[in-house]
């Protein structure tokens, strides 16, 4: 069970957006701007897209951006595009107690 | 650019210990600009926070594997590493080894993983 909960599939076909939720608490999320996303694709590392809620790495297309409400970050992905097709996963900040807590992942399939 | 190289690990049996290295190239562990953790992934599953630890060698663990998971850091081979004692079937997973910002809330590069499986 991870401790942030994101849809398993999402899916979109090219050149629209699609929106990617990832809902924590008031202890994670909710209390600290550390919120970043991963995409992983199959047999690969992950690689970092967006942190800080909404920055992105030098490199990462600015069709990615990312957003925050209360205890519920966004990962959007406009313009999709064939190689976006990949597993994405949310992370937060959690506390000193509890560190750096994981989403369960979200499968985003290009139609 | 950052790059990290985990060694170790492969097929161990219950009760074992788990010793893994990482190797940074194109930086120093004992930058003040990174912290240095271990994070695995269970197969077809999530990613899990391990461990992470500062130059300054202290540790910070996730609470639910602290007693059994030891993090450390070796300057002179600019490298770190993790033992994970007392395994069992459920730490069977891909463990990465990654470099993080100073405050250790993002995972900026990535090793590319070393498969550990616990079985019998």
């Known amino acids: 069970q991870s401790a942030l909960t994101q849809p398993p599939s999402a899916s979109g076909s090219p050149g629209q957006s699609v929106t990617i939720s990832c809902t924590g608490t008031s202890g994670d999320i909710g209390s600290y701007n550390y919120v970043s996303w991963y995409q992983q694709h199959p047999g690969k590392a992950p690689k970092l897209m967006i942190y800080?809620?909404?920055k992105r790495p030098s490199g990462v297309p600015d069709r990615f951006s990312g957003s925050k409400s209360g205890n519920t970050a966004s990962l959007t992905v406009s313009g999709l595009q064939a190689e976006d097709e990949s597993n994405y996963y949310c992370?937060?900040?959690?506390?000193?107690?509890?560190?750096?807590?994981f989403g369960g992942g979200t499968k985003l399939t290009v139609l | 650019q950052l790059q990290l190289q985990e060694s170790g690990a492969g097929l161990l049996r219950p009760s074992q210990t788990l010793s893994l290295n990482c190797v940074v190239s194109g930086g120093s562990v004992n930058s003040g600009a990174n912290s240095w953790s271990w994070i695995r992934q269970a197969p077809g599953k999530g990613l899990q926070f391990i461990a992470y630890i500062y130059r300054n060698g202290i540790p910070f663990y996730n609470p639910s594997l602290k007693s059994r998971a030891t993090i450390s850091l070796d300057t002179s081979k600019n490298q770190f590493s993790l033992r994970l004692t007392s395994l069992t079937a459920a730490d069977t997973a891909v463990y990465y080894c990654?470099?993080?910002?100073?405050?250790?809330?993002?995972?900026?590069?990535w090793g590319q993983g070393a498969q550990v499986t616990v079985s019998s």
């Open positions: 992370s937060s900040y959690a506390g000193s107690n509890n560190f750096l807590v």
């Open positions: 800080e809620v909404n």
């Open positions: 990654v470099s993080m910002n100073i405050v250790a809330t993002t995972a900026d590069s």
